[in-house]
């Protein structure tokens, strides 16, 4: 018995250095779990679609796994959400390997035009169970569709030979974007309009008028057709169109004419003109046949007086 006691105390003894060095090696590192890459299904996000947001991490840690992860993600201005759960659970990922989160996002219809900064948290723990977190800022672009409302495009029911008509549109800009370039544009058949209209930019519930001095051909005549084309870009540069029909129907142009009446009194005296002459001519002579008399009888008085 004392034997086996005097084994197992040199045993102990032997093994105490070993285990001295075992707590000088331990891994007290903290292992780092970080974002290294994100990417959106689509160019931005708007309000009219879902779009899918795809995130890596990696445990960038040589020597250590990490468990119970849990991610977060959040917008601080509230104008970005999530279509389902904004977190997700992750069992485990060992050193060095990476893990991707799907989630989807959408904006609110009021979300602000431009980049939003979205916050991605993880928390996790080691296998001694000791808590660690990291955070990570993601930039994603919102942009809301432009809308144009438009009114006035339309042309009378009928125009006149060689006439100018001014044909006016209000243009209401009914989106929380700014409409850039605003042109319009007038193919119309038989009508000149001296080519495009610069409208220019139209900010959110603004509004703004184009108009454009449109001349009728001298020589046409009849029913005719044709389109009014409004062109504009959103922020990012993208071209928007709208394409309004317009018709009309073009009468001859008739010369200023004769009444009725005037015509008939030409037909019964056609030498009018001839009469009237006559009698200014004749009114004339008589008045100078009185001047000559009142004149001479003067001078003959003014003879006898001086004799």
Same mark, same amino acid.
């Given at each position: 018995m004392k034997k086996l006691i005097a084994i197992l105390l040199c045993a102990f003894f032997a093994l105490i250095p070993f285990f001295a060095f075992a707590e000088e090696t331990a891994d007290y590192s903290t292992p780092r779990f970080?974002?290294?890459?994100?990417?959106?299904?689509?160019?931005?996000?708007?309000?009219?679609?879902?779009?899918?947001?795809?995130?890596?991490?990696?445990?960038?840690?040589?020597?250590?796994?990490?468990?119970?992860?849990?991610?977060?993600?959040?917008?601080? $201005?509230? +104008?970005?959400?999530? %279509? =389902?759960?904004? @977190?997700? /659970?992750?069992?485990?990922?060992?050193?060095?390997? #990476?893990?991707?989160?799907?989630?989807?996002?959408?904006?609110?219809?009021?979300?602000?035009?431009?980049?939003?900064?979205?916050?991605?948290?993880?928390?996790?723990?080691?296998?001694?169970?000791?808590?660690?977190?990291?955070?990570?800022?993601?930039?994603?672009?919102?942009?809301?569709?432009?809308k144009l409302k438009y009114s006035g495009a339309s042309l009378p029911q009928k125009v006149t030979?060689?006439?100018?008509?001014?044909? $006016?549109? +209000?243009?209401?800009? %009914? =989106?929380?974007? @700014?409409? /850039?370039?605003?042109?319009?544009?007038?193919?119309? #058949?038989?009508?000149?309009?001296?080519?495009?209209v610069f409208v220019g930019n139209i900010e959110a519930s603004q509004s703004a008028t184009g108009s454009a001095n449109l001349r009728v051909d001298s020589d046409a005549l009849g029913k005719t057709a044709g389109k009014i084309t409004i062109t504009y870009e959103d922020d990012y540069g993208k071209e928007y169109k709208q394409t309004v029909d317009v018709s009309t129907v073009i009468e001859e142009k008739v010369e200023a004419a004769l009444s009725l009446e005037d015509m008939e009194k030409e037909k019964k005296n056609p030498l009018w003109w001839l009469f009237i002459l006559v009698g200014v001519i004749a009114g004339g002579s008589a008045g100078a046949g009185v001047m000559w008399y009142v004149n001479d009888k003067k001078q003959r008085k003014d003879d006898d007086l001086r004799l």
């Open positions: 970080m974002v290294t890459g994100y990417e959106l299904s689509e160019n931005s996000l708007s309000p009219e679609k879902t779009a899918e947001l795809k995130i890596t991490f990696k445990n960038y840690s040589t020597s250590k796994a990490i468990f119970n992860i849990k991610l977060s993600l959040s917008d601080p $201005s509230g +104008e970005i959400l999530t %279509t =389902g759960m904004p @977190t997700e /659970y992750v069992k485990s990922v060992y050193a060095g390997k #990476e893990y991707i989160w799907n989630i989807g996002l959408t904006a609110t219809p009021g979300a602000s035009i431009g980049g939003h900064d979205l916050t991605v948290t993880a928390e996790y723990e080691d296998k001694n169970y000791t808590s660690f977190s990291s955070s990570d800022t993601l930039r994603i672009d919102v942009i809301q569709e432009v030979q060689g006439d100018v008509h001014t044909v $006016s549109l +209000e243009l209401m800009n %009914t =989106g929380k974007s @700014t409409i /850039y370039n605003c042109t319009l544009d007038f193919d119309i #058949e038989h009508f000149q309009s001296g080519g495009s």
